[in-house]
């Protein structure tokens, strides 16, 4: 605490100083030119700034960072790419016109160590997907393999393992109890310039609308966060690790530079993620099982609602979490675990963002009544085989949608994969459709996909987005 205010002061202190500095020049700029003195005095050329102001000393960062910065690393990553021709593969094109068969693309990026001991390094997952090599440099210029821990695309959090010898691990603070105004600095490795530090204050907290992510909780800063800043670390000052820096906002593109958007991962999300990955390799959330839609003015309107703000729920799942609660049809989540829901969206991230064995606190508007539920949550499935939802979708795998689509208004389920022979294939199904509907009913999700198959029927025809064009495709 003490620290923090020091330094707080020091902020202060600097640019009043600064003032009166500009100040003093300019009056002596304005008052005209005395005479020059018979016997010259020794003066100094350039005056140093005082140590002092009022006798009080003027902190500094450098403490703090001194500590911190060996924590902080440089990731760089190699992925062989195919190199595509018109030629196709014909060898002996390749060969006259010395055309490669693959190239090999780099990325840079930075990384956190969290642990010392074990050298578990913390980053973004959009800096080494599908990456082939993985490389680490620490602030004393070690260059260190990395090992590939885990990955969770949608919080977009990575781990990596590198060989613990000297490192320096940053300690992680509770992100919960930062406040909009709080001091942040962030560390990374801007642009591929080499380690570099900029400061500011946290501007916003628990933001979750930006285009394009997944589960989103970010803290919002306008401290500079430039393209190779990405899965750095984000400080207070006391030197603890609040956030993993993961993205800017500029409508002219990441490469124009920061204009003071920011965006980290909480470290508690961070920390959560890690260790779901230590355990297992996989990320597990909780769903209530519900479909729900955002409430607009006319749905407002008919349930009696004094704003149209909320999701109502749709549909509840038979055994879902849901449904075990109580929750019902019509029913409008306004709040959850006290935060605001105001669409069918904040709900769905709020609950991916959530274990599935937690619990959870539902604020409600039943029959324009306010209602309080306490539910807990069971695991959303991350994939289904083809096999187990009907015999016609055979060889195929459905996964959830990817975060970062369902943002761009997308609705549905994944093939993930399609087994060569196999049944689903000689239906036309193709790994990377997006199945947005089906004769056997709506759904949104995974669990809906398969509650609506389990009707059976004669018939499935199958809506499905490919190259971003629709197309019904029969199964037989």
Same mark, same amino acid.
């Given at each position: 605490?003490?620290?923090?205010?020091?330094?707080?002061?020091?902020?202060?202190?600097?640019?009043?100083?600064?003032?009166?500095?500009?100040?003093?020049?300019?009056?002596?700029?304005?008052?005209?030119?005395?005479?020059?003195?018979?016997?010259?005095?020794?003066?100094?050329?350039?005056?140093?700034?005082?140590?002092?102001?009022?006798?009080?000393?003027?902190?500094?960062?450098?403490?703090?960072?001194?500590?911190?910065?060996?924590?902080?690393?440089?990731?760089?990553?190699?992925?062989?790419?195919?190199?595509?021709?018109?030629?196709?593969?014909?060898?002996?094109?390749?060969?006259?016109?010395?055309?490669?068969?693959?190239?090999?693309?780099?990325?840079?990026?930075?990384?956190?160590?969290?642990?010392?001991?074990?050298?578990?390094?913390?980053?973004?997952?959009?800096?080494?997907?599908?990456?082939?090599?993985?490389?680490?440099?620490?602030?004393?210029?070690?260059?260190?393999?990395?090992?590939?821990?885990?990955?969770?695309?949608?919080?977009?959090?990575?781990?990596?393992?590198?060989?613990?010898?000297?490192?320096?691990?940053?300690?992680?603070?509770?992100?919960?109890?930062?406040?909009?105004?709080?001091?942040?600095?962030?560390?990374?490795?801007?642009?591929?310039?080499?380690?570099?530090?900029?400061?500011?204050?946290?501007?916003?907290?628990?933001?979750?609308?930006?285009?394009?992510?997944?589960?989103?909780?970010?803290?919002?800063?306008?401290?500079?966060?430039? /393209? $190779?800043?990405? !899965? @750095? %670390?984000?400080?207070?000052?006391? =030197?603890?690790? *609040?956030?993993?820096?993961?993205?800017?906002?500029?409508?002219?593109?990441?490469?124009?530079?920061?204009?003071?958007?920011?965006?980290?991962?909480?470290?508690?999300?961070?920390?959560?993620?890690?260790?779901?990955?230590?355990?297992?390799?996989?990320?597990?959330?909780?769903?209530?099982?519900?479909?729900?839609?955002?409430?607009?003015?006319?749905?407002?309107?008919?349930?009696?609602?004094?704003?149209?703000?909320?999701?109502?729920?749709?549909?509840?799942? /038979? $055994?879902?979490? !849901? @449904? %075990?609660?109580?929750?019902?049809? =019509?029913?409008? *989540?306004?709040?959850?675990?006290?935060?605001?829901?105001?669409?069918?969206?904040?709900?769905?991230?709020?609950?991916?963002?959530?274990?599935?064995?937690?619990?959870?606190?539902?604020?409600?508007?039943?029959?324009?009544?306010?209602?309080?539920?306490?539910?807990?949550?069971?695991?959303?499935?991350?994939?289904?085989?083809?096999?187990?939802?009907?015999?016609?979708?055979?060889?195929?795998?459905?996964?959830?949608?990817?975060?970062?689509?369902?943002?761009?208004?997308?609705?549905?389920?994944?093939?993930?994969?399609?087994?060569? =022979?196999?049944?689903?294939?000689?239906?036309?199904?193709?790994?990377?459709?997006?199945?947005?509907?089906?004769?056997?009913?709506?759904?949104?999700?995974?669990?809906?996909?398969?509650?609506?198959?389990?009707?059976?029927?004669?018939?499935?025809?199958?809506?499905?987005?490919?190259?971003?064009?629709?197309?019904?495709?029969?199964?037989?």
């Amino acid at each position: 605490m003490k620290t923090a205010t020091k330094t707080l002061f020091a902020l202060t202190a600097a640019a009043a100083f600064g003032g009166f500095a500009a100040t003093g020049l300019n009056l002596m700029l304005e008052q005209p030119a005395a005479a020059a003195p018979t016997a010259s005095a020794a003066v100094p050329a350039t005056a140093a700034l005082p140590t002092a102001v009022n006798g009080t000393p003027l902190p500094s960062l450098a403490p703090m960072l001194k500590k911190v910065l060996p924590a902080v690393v440089s990731v760089n990553t190699k992925q062989r790419v195919r190199v595509n021709t018109p030629f196709g593969d014909d060898p002996v094109f390749r060969r006259i016109f010395g055309i490669p068969q693959e190239r090999i693309a780099q990325s840079l990026g930075s990384g956190v160590i969290i642990d010392a001991q074990r050298g578990l390094v913390l980053t973004n997952n959009h800096v080494v997907e599908d990456a082939d090599e993985v490389q680490v440099t620490l602030a004393d210029g070690r260059t260190l393999k990395a090992e590939f821990v885990g990955n969770d695309a949608d919080t977009d959090i990575a781990l990596m393992r590198i060989p613990a010898q000297n490192l320096t691990a940053i300690p992680v603070a509770n992100s919960d109890a930062l406040q909009i105004g709080d001091f942040v600095v962030a560390i990374g490795n801007p642009f591929g310039v080499g380690q570099t530090v900029t400061s500011g204050i946290v501007s916003a907290v628990g933001r979750n609308n930006l285009p394009g992510a997944g589960y989103q909780n970010f803290i919002q800063t306008d401290a500079s966060i430039n /393209p $190779g800043n990405s !899965g @750095g %670390a984000l400080v207070n000052l006391n =030197g603890e690790l *609040v956030g993993i820096n993961t993205a800017s906002f500029n409508p002219r593109g990441s490469m124009a530079g920061n204009i003071g958007l920011g965006f980290a991962i909480p470290s508690n999300l961070a920390s959560r993620i890690k260790d779901q990955l230590l355990a297992g390799g996989v990320v597990r959330r909780g769903t209530l099982g519900i479909d729900t839609q955002d409430v607009d003015a006319r749905i407002a309107k008919g349930l009696g609602l004094a704003e149209a703000r909320g999701a109502v729920v749709t549909r509840v799942y /038979p $055994g879902s979490a !849901g @449904g %075990a609660a109580g929750l019902k049809i =019509g029913d409008v *989540v306004v709040a959850a675990n006290g935060q605001p829901v105001d669409n069918a969206e904040a709900l769905r991230n709020f609950q991916g963002l959530q274990a599935p064995d937690a619990k959870i606190t539902l604020d409600l508007l039943r029959e324009g009544k306010p209602l309080k539920i306490t539910s807990g949550l069971r695991e959303a499935p991350k994939a289904l085989a083809g096999e187990q939802l009907d015999a016609r979708l055979a060889g195929a795998n459905f996964a959830e949608l990817p975060e970062s689509l369902r943002r761009q208004g997308l609705a549905g389920v994944l093939v993930e994969k399609v087994e060569r =022979g196999s049944r689903a294939q000689q239906n036309y199904l193709q790994p990377g459709d997006v199945i947005l509907t089906a004769s056997s009913g709506d759904f949104s999700d995974l669990t809906g996909f398969r509650a609506s198959l389990s009707r059976g029927g004669e018939q499935l025809v199958l809506q499905v987005l490919r190259n971003g064009r629709a197309y019904n495709v029969p199964m037989r």
